[in-house]
């Protein structure tokens, strides 16, 4: 079972230092080449959240000296995870901005006297919906990755209840065994009473029968 665990976790090594060479690739470039190393990179995210998720379910199911072990490992696995997704975060804030400022340079260039509040207002409202928007999809993942962290906890849940469901299943075993030796044991000691009452009635039959000679013999 472990072997599972170390399969994604070489699965998950792999991603990560990918990962890392996309957050600095992006960095260096600019425009589309930018955005489209971001959506890699966050593609990626998803793929290691997966990868992160099935080794805490793998490891939860393995016995407690190894489980313990392994959800170690995979803590630092998640603070990497955190770290890549804040990186992720850093640079997409980064490429907002520098299109912001880019948006507001060419508008200035083309008429800057011409900028009016009405435009300004347009752009805040679009700014505060563009938030909203991204306040609603962090809020929605937050969600589902507490559903799944509940899922988690059920399977190993489940898995406790199971194993101590085997645990009473062979004791029931063992104390069916041991009674059937105590019926053994007990039918041959019957067997032997029985037996010795046999010997026991013939010797006093001899007895008595050896008796009645003698005193026959005697009064004769």
Known sequence: MAGVFENYERQYCELSAN??????????????????????????????????????????????????????????????????????????????????????????????????????????????????????????????LETEDLGVSILSDLHQQRQSLLHADNTLHGVDDNVGRSKRIMTAMSRRMSRNKYIIGFIVAVLVLSIILILYFKLK
Request: glycine share 2%; net charge positive; hydrophobic share 35%.
């Open 19 to 144: 990962l890392t060479k996309k957050c600095r690739a992006a960095t260096l470039v600019d425009g589309e080449q930018k955005k489209q190393r971001l959506s890699e990179a966050k593609i990626g995210l998803d793929e290691a959240e997966s990868l992160i998720r099935k080794m805490d379910i793998e490891a939860r199911s393995l016995q407690p000296n190894v489980r313990a072990v392994l959800l170690a490992k995979l803590r630092e696995y998640k603070s990497d995870l955190n770290n890549l997704k804040s990186e992720v975060k850093r640079i997409a804030s980064t490429n907002l901005n520098q299109a912001a400022r880019d948006e507001l340079l060419e508008s200035g260039m083309a008429d800057a006297k011409m900028v009016s509040a009405d435009q300004r207002d347009r752009l805040q409202m679009s700014t505060e919906k563009l938030n909203k928007s991204s306040d609603r999809v962090r809020e929605s993942r937050r969600t589902m």
